[in-house]
């Protein structure tokens, strides 16, 4: 009687540990996450607690997940006035960055991300001007034959230099050139000399093909120029 006792005590008392042996529950990542406050920590949440973990420990669905916030993000730049940053959404940028479960393309571009939601308001336009897509627009809003992009974060400023372009007064090399006030374009065939847009200023690459294509164009030169 006392051995059955004890196997029936010992029973009873495994029944009691036996939940606090198992996994704790996993939150499962919302894939349809958008962008606001609830769905962004909903998602800090969910991926805190795994970012040390690989893709199968996680249980993760890295395309989804980049998908995921890639249309966040482009909500995000669909704000007007993005002033203040969103420290959930940096917070959030920077533990998915920090994990292994993106290939270097896709950690390229989260990191770009990052740097765009945590960047200073006067700044925050370059980032609406990704440089393939900013190549592209010169080369078809100009008929350029090559362009190269090159942004000044300093300067706070976009150039992108073409060649064999026209804007309906002969192939030529020349500039395009954005700021945060004007689109300007400088012919090589005349130094000092530019083109300034009189449309609104463009907020993408396509607003920028639009803006080029435009005849809304007048002359200016610059101060240091002989006229």
């Known amino acids: 009687q006392a051995i059955l006792a004890q196997a029936v005590s010992a029973r009873r008392t495994d029944n009691i ?22 769905s962004v920590v909903g998602l800090v949440d969910a991926i ?7 893709v199968e420990e996680a249980g993760v669905e890295p395309m989804k997940l980049f998908k995921t916030l890639e249309l966040i993000m482009a909500e995000v730049r669909r704000i007007d006035n993005y002033e203040e940053v969103d420290k959930d959404l940096q917070a959030l940028l920077a533990i998915v960055t920090a994990t292994n479960w993106f290939d270097e ?23 609406h001007f990704p440089e393939s897509e900013t190549q592209q627009a010169v080369i078809e809003g100009l008929r350029a034959q090559t362009a190269i992009v090159t942004v000044d974060k300093i300067a706070k400023a976009i150039t992108i230099e073409y060649e064999g372009g026209t804007y309906g007064q002969g ?42 294509q435009s005849s809304n164009w007048d002359y200016g030169w610059d101060e240091d120029a002989e006229g």
Do not use: F
Request: charged letters at 30%; hydrophobic letters at 30%; proline letters at 9%.
């Open 171 to 212: 192939k030529h090399d020349g500039e395009v050139r954005i700021n945060s006030e004007d689109v300007r374009i400088y012919d090589s065939r005349y130094p000092g000399k530019y083109l300034i847009s009189h449309d609104e200023l463009p907020h993408s690459p396509e607003d920028l093909q639009w803006c080029l």
């Open 17 to 38: 540990r036996a939940p606090l042996c198992q996994a704790p529950h996993r939150m499962a990542i919302p894939y349809s996450a958008s962008y606001d406050t609830d």
């Open 105 to 127: 393309k896709q950690t390229e571009k989260i990191d770009e991300w990052l740097e765009e939601v945590a960047s200073p308001e006067d700044t925050q336009w370059l980032n």
């Open 48 to 54: 805190a607690p795994l970012w040390k973990k690989s």
